[in-house]
């Protein structure tokens, strides 16, 4: 499996962007599928996840101004960042979750290459 990420960029507060991660093979509706972010000197976080059957869970830092969404015939998971500040600065990695059809979104071994988002104030 692999997962393709883009649509990173440098961007200024209150700024916009559309990160996207590309996922091979046929299964991809089977698959929880999420966004993590890393900023420098910082553990990975979850930002935000989306269930085959479209349930999603943001972290409280992103809610109202992320949207994570799919489509199932593209193979493809969209993190929609809206009123970014300097706290989003980051490297973001899009991962498939540990099982098909398990539910809830938990971590899997596949993992996206990282697409560096960073916003100036």
């Known amino acids: 499996v692999q997962l393709q990420a883009s649509g990173g960029g440098s961007v200024q507060a209150g700024g916009s962007l559309r990160l996207s991660c590309v996922a091979s093979?046929?299964?991809?509706?089977?698959?929880?599928m999420a966004w993590h972010r890393q900023a420098p000197g910082k553990q990975r976080e979850l930002v935000g996840s989306?269930?085959?059957?479209?349930?999603?869970i943001y972290a409280d830092s992103v809610k109202g101004r992320f949207t994570i969404s799919r489509d199932n015939a593209k193979n493809t998971v969209y993190l929609q960042m809206k009123s970014l500040n300097a706290e989003d600065t980051a490297v973001y990695y899009c991962?498939?979750?540990?099982?098909?059809?398990?539910?809830?979104?938990?971590?899997?071994?596949?993992w996206g290459q990282g697409t560096q988002v960073t916003v100036s104030s």
């Open positions: 093979g046929n299964d991809f509706s089977m698959y929880a």
């Open positions: 991962n498939r979750g540990h099982a098909p059809y398990s539910g809830p979104y938990y971590p899997g071994f596949y």
């Open positions: 989306i269930t085959g059957g479209g349930s999603k």
